[in-house]
Structure formats: C-alpha cells, structure tokens
C-alpha cells in the first residue's frame, strides 16, 4: 500500500477532545488506502513545563538527561493516539525514537538525524498493522542515549520518515490553514497560497515565518518530499492546505510570493576596524564560536586603513556578541574603535522565485518604502529575496505597504 505520513503540531493533539479529531483524520487516510505514519509533538504546553521543571531542578543541568525529560512529552501522545485508533479498530502502534530506531548524532538536545531504518515498522505493516505513530522530536545516539533534535524537531521527523519510507506526501498538521503571503495578523489582506516552491519556503522559514521549521523544508528540498501544510480543526480535503514542492509544478510565478519579517533583531557595528586580509574571519570566528547567529553583513569602503563593519543578530543574543567581540579585541586578534549597538530595528524581507525573471523588484520596494517615509539601514539580496533593516516601529507599516504594492491579495 501507499505510505502517506501525518504529522500533529502541540496545537492538534493539546487534549484528549483534539486527539480524538486527529484521529479521525487519519482514519479518513486509512480509509483511501494508505498506511499512515503519524509523527505527534507533545501537548501544547507541555514541553515548556518540563524545560521549566528541568531548570528548577538542576540550573546547570546534565544535558542527557534532559533529553531523557523533555522527550517524554511526546511519547505520552504517541500513546494515546494508537489507543484512539484502537478504539476505532484500526490496528495502531506507538513507537519512541529508539524502537524504530531514529539513529542521530549525539549533540543532545540540538542532535541530527542519520539514519532511519525502515525494517522495523515495514515489518509490522506486512503483518497487519495500519497506522505507526511515533513519537517526533527525539532519537537514540550511537551511545545508546535518547536525544532530542531541538525547537520544531517534530517537523524534521516528519521530513526525514517520508523520505526514508518513499511516502507520496508528507502533511503538515497545525493551527493554521495553510502558508500566506504575509502573516495574517499584520495585514487582513493576506491570501492564502495554494502551492509555494520549496526555495520560496525555505527563505520564508529563515526570515521570519513560523509555519515550517528551516530544517525540514532543507530534507524536503534534498529529498523531493512534498509537503502539504493545513489545518487540523477544518473537515478533510484533498485540496485543503498549501502545497510545498518543486519549483517546475508551479504554472506561473508572480515576481514575489511572499512577505517575511522577524521583530527582534539588533544591529551592531565595529567602527574603524583595521582594513586588513583575514579581518571578516577575526570578527565572525568568535562570534560563531560564541554560538551568535549572524545574518546580514555589511563593510564600508576602506579610507587610511581603516572600515566599518555592520551586522545584525537577534536582539537576545546582544550581550553575547559583545562579549565575544570584547575578549577578541583583549588578544588582539581585532582592533577597533567602537561598538555601535541598535536593539530597535526589524528585518522586512520579500521572498519570490519570480524575482529571476523580473527586473525592478529591488527598486519597486525601494520605492516603496520611501513613500511611506521607512529608511533603510541595511541591504541584503539573494537571487529570490531581498531583506532590508528598518527601524522596529515601521515594521507592521512596511509589510503591509510591501504586500500592497506587490498585490499580494490577488492570485
């Protein structure tokens, strides 16, 4: 039979009564014919108490054992989905990460999946078994340890199962009814896409937008999975939610599909920084090292030797950068003048595979933005995006006036 695989955000399974619903969803698969696996995040909610009680408990925590903590919210809904499903008489497992077994690395808490046997569960469905649920999130390393694969690693699960069983799609079950153009809470003109390339997603997901974790739509990418993203409190459609796929299953593209933005952002700028070779590597290897996620950069025109160099980070990572800034001056391996930070600006960011064969996108935001009176402060393009740096309180303005005046609202 054909595998489909489900997956239920924290959201879809919060309680017994929305278990029970997703459920029925993937008895209505079942009924087409497929085996389902189902991948299930914990409770809504139930993750953070735990990371909470970890904390109180032990502040400088052994990190397998909060693996060994964490995880377990899962494995409690993985549970009482099969039960529903028997229930229902439909033949239902649950399975933990290491009874597939999901093999990972051994970095907990931030672990990376290698290996996904299909042995175990094939065999199963051979002998009469329907639907496997498997609790996502989690792993076991070459150790022998339960790891977890940190924020949204339910997502990744889903990706990485329907890649290894060959799966015709892989659903994505949340609160929301699809991927929009912008987010809907910003602007009510919003429109909801019905199909969007995985490169478009990609972009989305790391500038801002919080439908898919990033690293499940790169597995989906490498593995040509296509997902669908919809809700799990609408009735059942073959057409509902939005499509991510290939680039060559999209008719026509508009020039952008999308608008993104992330709020927390800070700027931070080293001023007259030495203008010599290797300086971009003494100044961004102690910020990796430091674990600073850096994204836009920016180096002034050298004048006597010396530059400037711009960079933006999210805002609670600040402190980080600058004491990792400060220590690499303390050695010498940097010299500069003065560190210039701006906790106050957002990043605004249009995303659209349509941009590769359209001129004037660039300036058309731009333009944009200057009419409603938003300055610039930093630029960064790629082939399908372009992100700009604003200040914070023209944030919700710039969205709203970008996804105008590209007429994001129409199809």
Same mark, same amino acid.
């Given at each position: ?42 409770? !809504? ?60 690395? !051994? ?58 069983? #060959? ?69 059942? !459609? ?30 931070? &700028?080293?001023? !007259? ?17 430091? /674990? ?14 010396? &530059? =400037? ?22 050695? =010498? ?7 210039? &930070?701006?906790? #106050? ?8 595979? /349509? ?57």
């Amino acid at each position: 039979m054909p595998t489909l695989v489900m997956k239920f955000g924290g959201t879809s399974v919060a309680n017994l009564d929305r278990i029970a619903r997703a459920a029925k969803r993937v008895a209505y698969e079942v009924a087409k014919g497929y085996d389902v696996i189902v991948i299930v995040s914990a409770m !809504s909610g139930k993750t953070n108490e735990m990371v909470g009680w970890v904390n109180e408990t032990s502040p400088l925590y052994d990190a397998r054992e909060y693996d060994a903590v964490v995880s377990s919210g899962e494995n409690v809904t993985a549970g009482l989905m099969a039960l529903r499903l028997q229930e229902m008489d439909i033949p239902a497992r649950s399975w933990q990460g290491w009874q597939v077994p999901v093999k990972t690395t !051994s970095a907990h808490s931030s672990a990376r999946i290698k290996e996904i046997p299909t042995d175990n569960i094939s065999a199963k469905f051979g002998e009469g078994m329907r639907v496997a649920i498997v609790a996502g999130f989690q792993g076991v390393s070459s150790e022998g340890r339960i790891t977890t694969l940190g924020r949204g690693g339910s997502d990744t699960t889903a990706v990485a199962f329907a890649a290894a069983f #060959g799966a015709e799609r892989c659903d994505i079950y949340t609160d929301v009814d699809g991927i929009y153009t912008t987010d809907p809470r910003i602007t009510s003109k919003a429109r909801k896409l019905d199909k969007i390339s995985f490169e478009e997603m990609l972009e989305l997901a790391s500038l801002g937008a919080k439908v898919l974790q990033t690293r499940s739509v790169e597995l989906a990418m490498r593995f040509k999975v296509k997902l669908r993203v919809l809700s799990s409190f609408e009735e059942p !459609s073959d057409t509902a939610g939005t499509l991510v796929c290939d680039e060559e299953e999209i008719m026509e593209s508009k020039a952008v599909a999308g608008v993104a933005y992330s709020r927390d952002e800070a700027k931070m &700028t080293l001023i !007259s920084v030495a203008d010599r070779p290797g300086i971009a590597a003494a100044i961004f290897g102690p910020l990796a090292e430091a /674990g600073v996620n850096v994204d836009m950069i920016v180096q002034n025109i050298s004048e006597d030797g010396r &530059t =400037d160099m711009t960079f933006s980070c999210p805002v609670d990572q600040v402190l980080r950068a600058q004491s990792a800034l400060q220590a690499a001056a303390a050695n =010498d391996s940097i010299n500069y003048h003065e560190l210039v &930070t701006d906790e #106050g600006v957002a990043k605004v960011s249009i995303v659209g595979i /349509g941009m590769r064969s359209h001129a004037g996108v660039a300036a058309k935001m731009f333009a944009t933005l200057r009419d409603e009176g938003v300055n610039i402060k930093v630029i960064t393009t790629s082939e399908i995006k372009v992100s700009v740096l604003i200040d914070r309180k023209y944030m919700e303005l710039a969205v709203q006036a970008l996804h105008d005046a590209f007429d994001l609202d129409k199809t």
